[in-house]
Structures are given as C-alpha cells and as structure tokens.
C-alpha cells in the first residue's frame, strides 16, 4: 500500500481485543462517575489555538513543538486539542456551568487528542483520554476525590499502577523555588541538553520534567522545594485523606507535570509494564486557570488517563476470556438452493430473515429487561450449502443451529440443533407470537 494509503505515522487502527478493552474502560468510567455524581461533556476536537497557548503555556513542550495548528478557510487560526482539560474549562466559562446549585461543577470527558511527538510503543500522535475536572472548591476533599476516582477506575480494570503524588507550592513558595533551582542548575550549565538550558533562561521547573538522563542525573540531586506553612498544611490534609480511605502513594518531589496550568497537588500513576512511557494518568489542581482564561475566580482539579496505555494494560490481563471472539448463541443457516439466484431471497431464506429478526428482538428484551448478557444471533448470508454452513458453525462453536430449508419453509417450521450433544426437533414458528417463542426457545435451548 502507498504511503499516502496508510494510516498517518503515530496513528493507529484500534480493533480485536483493543477495542473491547476500550469499550471496558468507558464502560467501567461511565458507571464510576455516575457514582461520583459526575455529568459527561462533549467538547469540540478542535478549538482556537490561542486556547491551548493561554492555559498549558506557551513555554511548554505541547505547545512549542507538539500541537496541530492549522488555518481554517477564514484564516482563523484553530489547533487540535492536544488534552481536554483547556476545552473543559473553555466550555465552563462560555456556557457558566459554575451557576449550578451547590457551586461545585463535576464534569467528565472521554475523546481523541493530538500531539505532534515523535511516535513510539505507547506514544501516538491521535491518542484518547478519559478524564474529569471539579470546578469551584479548594478544599484538600477534592484532590481526595479526584484521587479517589482514578486510583478506583485503575482498581476496577485489574490494572495495578504506582501513584506519585507532590505539591507544587503556592505563588511564593514556586518563585522562591524557581531562584534556588536556577541557582543549582546555572551551575550544571553545560551538562543540560540544548532544551533545558532554553528552559532554565524560561521555567527553570521544566527541567525537572525532563526525560534526558543527563538532566536526570543533575535534577535527581537538585535541591526540593520548602513548602510555606499554608500549602504544607494543604498537602498534608490531601495525605491524611488519602491514608484515612487507604489509596495508596508515594511522595515525589521531583513530579511536576509537562502542563503549565498546575497549582498545589500534582500526580500521576505510572506502571513499570508499559516500558519507557509508563505514564497511564496524570492530574492535578489548576486554581488560577478559570480566572486566567477571563472566568470568575474558581478553583479547580482533575486528571485524564491515557486509554491506549490503560487498554495495552488490559490486554496484558491474565485473564483472556473476556477477549475472545464472539461465540453464536444460535446460528441461523437458511441453505441457498443450487438452482436460486444470490441475487433473490428464496422461500426459506425470507423465513430465515423473519426468524432471526424475533430472536435478536426478543434476547435484546432479555438483556435489557432481565439484564442477561447480549447473545449473539448469527445470520449465514454468504448462501452456503447446509453442509458448509454447518461446518461454519461448528467452527464458530455455536450452541445451537436453527436450520430453515425448503420443507421448514413449506410447513412453518424451523429444525433446531444442539451442537453439543446432536439433539434436533422441528419446532413450529408459523403464526406465533415473539412471546411464545421466546417460551420455546427457553425450553428448548434450556
Ligand atoms: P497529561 O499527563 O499530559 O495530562 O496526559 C494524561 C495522560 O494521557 C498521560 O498520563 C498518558 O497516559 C496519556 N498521553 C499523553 N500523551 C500521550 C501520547 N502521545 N500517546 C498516548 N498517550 C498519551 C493532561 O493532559 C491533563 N489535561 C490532565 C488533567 C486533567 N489535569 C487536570 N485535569
């Protein structure tokens, strides 16, 4: 295939056992943050550019060398979200979602984003994330909360991850940092890579976040930051929190995030099976963001998790069952008749059609009234022989087959077969309702 018919460097087709790993995440999310009282919010994937270099920060990596800017034909200049929480917040202001009752806004979100890095296992260029943002409390109980969730949603997915936890000092606290670490680093000048001697002249924070191991190895003895009585109050209240409901972390004073909007408590849960980007979920609190983006003064925390990483996790699950490929419950074969046309729907074929649509109706009313698991009714509409289609069957393991031939069609029957022990009776369907022949079936197939 050429090139320019591939899938574009750094994207992928996520399908098979990645996809069901997906739908298991949303799925776990979308009950998890019903629980938490959190409501779904569906941003544009594209935003103004300036969105994205007023709130992660023009000094940051996303922002400098990361980000999809474009033009749209009015010459606006608009970009690919490369994370959520900028739109989330966008949104939040325009649309005054503050104004709900109680002053605490819980938002969800769950969607593709876009980052122009180099790509590697574990790093795209369209990836998604899942996360949540509460507007409108600077209690240490919300950090809690948002801890909470996320070491939770990790929990519930069977996906064990360390959680990293720091506070990012106040305005003074940082200023009186930043000094002490430009200090420390001035004096390692010439062992910094080309980027963090930009960074130091910029953010001399940044150079903490830095993935090169000579960097590492100066910042690993970098002086810490000396917390002010205000945010080691704060941060200890949000350890005492977490110790009190039993999530489990590790102090990390060298955890400062790639994004520029942090304020006090920062995390992330990273996993020593994902290799070099071991990062599966990030957050923290961005108290002066709402504020900076022209909103009321409103303090705010969330994360976002990377689905593909927590999907790679998943996939690394001992337990494959839940993977396997779709089993038929009943396999409906409605042999083609060497003489009829593919083109046209024999008597038996019409039949066939007609039947399998009651069976998808009546065990869709199943799950959705009793709560059973979706079966699968397969359809043969490749107009197999029946011998092939019984083949097809036996291969797929179906548990039953229902057979509609030329007789069947005739006298209103359908011939059922367990597969399993060869038991078989004509049953008759002609003129019955669905609920009748849900009956039959339950004890038939019982
Ligand atoms: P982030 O740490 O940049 O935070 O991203 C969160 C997660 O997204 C990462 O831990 C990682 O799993 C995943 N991720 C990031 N980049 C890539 C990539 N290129 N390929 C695959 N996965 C990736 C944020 O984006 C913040 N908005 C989180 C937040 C919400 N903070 C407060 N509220």
Redesign the pocket.
């Known amino acids: 295939m050429t090139e320019a018919l591939s899938a574009p460097r750094g994207t992928r087709d996520i399908v098979g056992e990645e996809a069901i790993a997906f739908a298991e995440i949303e799925e776990a999310a979308t009950a998890l943050f019903a629980h938490y009282g959190y409501s779904e919010i569906i941003a544009p994937i594209f935003e103004s550019a300036e969105l994205f270099t007023q709130s992660v920060g023009d000094d940051t990596d996303i922002v400098k060398k990361e980000m999809y800017v474009f033009e749209d034909r009015k010459a606006r200049k608009l970009a690919l979200r490369p994370?959520?929480?900028a739109g989330v917040v966008r949104a939040y202001i325009e649309r005054s979602l503050g104004e709900g009752p109680g002053g605490v806004t819980r938002l969800w979100y769950n969607g593709p984003m876009f980052?122009y890095?180099r790509p590697q296992a574990?790093?795209?260029r369209q990836?998604v994330?899942l996360?949540c943002?509460l507007f409108g409390s600077s209690s240490p109980a919300a950090d809690i909360e948002v801890i909470d969730i996320a070491t939770r949603l990790l929990h519930r997915l069977g996906v064990a991850v360390e959680a990293r936890l720091n506070h990012l000092g106040c305005r003074n606290c940082k200023r009186d940092y930043a000094a002490e670490l430009a200090g420390y680093l001035k004096g390692h000048m010439d062992a910094l890579c080309p980027d963090c001697r930009d960074r130091l002249a910029r953010n001399p924070l940044r150079v903490l976040d830095c993935k090169v191991e000579t960097c590492r190895r100066i910042t690993a003895s970098a002086p810490r930051i000396r917390h002010c009585d205000s945010c080691q109050g704060e941060f200890a209240a949000v350890k005492k929190g977490l110790d009190r409901i039993g999530v489990p972390y590790r102090s990390d004073p060298t955890l400062v995030?790639?994004?520029g909007y942090y304020t006090g408590t920062v995390f992330?849960m990273i996993s020593s099976e994902l290799g070099a980007q071991d990062?599966?979920?990030?957050?923290?609190r961005?108290d002066e963001l709402v504020e900076s983006m022209g909103g009321k003064p409103t303090p705010a925390v969330?994360?976002?998790?990377?689905v593909?990483?927590l999907a790679q996790l998943i996939c690394m699950r001992q337990d494959k069952a839940w993977a396997s490929s779709p089993v038929p419950y009943i396999f409906v074969i409605a042999p083609s008749s060497p003489h009829g046309s593919p083109r046209t729907l024999s008597d038996s074929q019409l039949e066939a059609i007609w039947f399998v649509h009651a069976l998808r109706r009546i065990f869709e009313k199943k799950s959705r009234t009793e709560g059973a698991a979706p079966e699968w009714i397969a359809h043969e509409v490749s107009g197999r022989s029946l011998k092939a289609g019984l083949k097809l069957a036996d291969k797929l393991r179906a548990s039953f087959v229902a057979i509609i031939g030329e007789d069947e069609a005739a006298n209103g029957t359908v011939l059922l077969r367990h597969m399993a022990n060869g038991r078989q009776e004509q049953i008759a369907v002609r003129g019955i309702d669905e609920e009748e022949l849900a009956n039959k079936l339950d004890e038939w197939c019982r």
């Open positions: 994370e959520g929480t980052r890095e574990g790093r795209y990836f994330q996360g943002e995030r790639g994004l992330e990062a599966v979920l990030g957050g923290g961005y969330g994360f976002a998790v990377g593909d990483r």
